[in-house]
Structures are given as structure tokens and as C-alpha cells.
């Protein structure tokens, strides 16, 4: 199985989006918690990049895994 069968596999997406939302959400309240709890409003950008770079580690360490067992 190539790198890109393996990234598109339902199992590599599933897992990462997992991963994603429980990582995500941690570094989330970590780094915008203050500014969270202070009722204010944090520079939107960070938000969704905080959530992807996790998505992209955990779907790109699940396909090469895949991909080398191959």
C-alpha cells in the first residue's frame, strides 16, 4: 500500500480527527485559556490551526506506519 492509498484510508482520517479533537481542544485551553475564561475573544487564526497541525501529524505518522508495512 502506497503513502496516499494509506493517507486516504477512513481508519488514517477517523484516527486523526480524533486525535485532532483531544489534542486540539488541550492546546486550545493551554495556550486561548485566559483569554477564554476572560470572556474574550481569541485571534480566530490560532483557533483552527491549533486543531489541524494535530490532524496533520496524526494522518501523515498513520500513513507513513501503513505505507512502510507494506
Known amino acids: 500500500m ?9 481508519a488514517t482520517q477517523h484516527r486523526a480527527l480524533r486525535v485532532a479533537i483531544i489534542v486540539g481542544t488541550v492546546l486550545t485551553l ?9 470572556g474574550s475573544v481569541p485571534e480566530i ?3 483552527p490551526l491549533t486543531y489541524l497541525v ?4 496524526s494522518s501523515y505518522s498513520s500513513a507513513a506506519m ?3 508495512k507494506a
Open 2 to 10: 502506497g503513502f496516499w492509498d494509506a493517507f486516504r484510508l477512513k
Open 30 to 38: 493551554i495556550n486561548q485559556g485566559d483569554l477564554i475564561l476572560a
Open 45 to 47: 487564526w490560532k483557533v
Open 54 to 57: 494535530p490532524y496533520c501529524v
Open 66 to 68: 501503513l505505507s512502510s
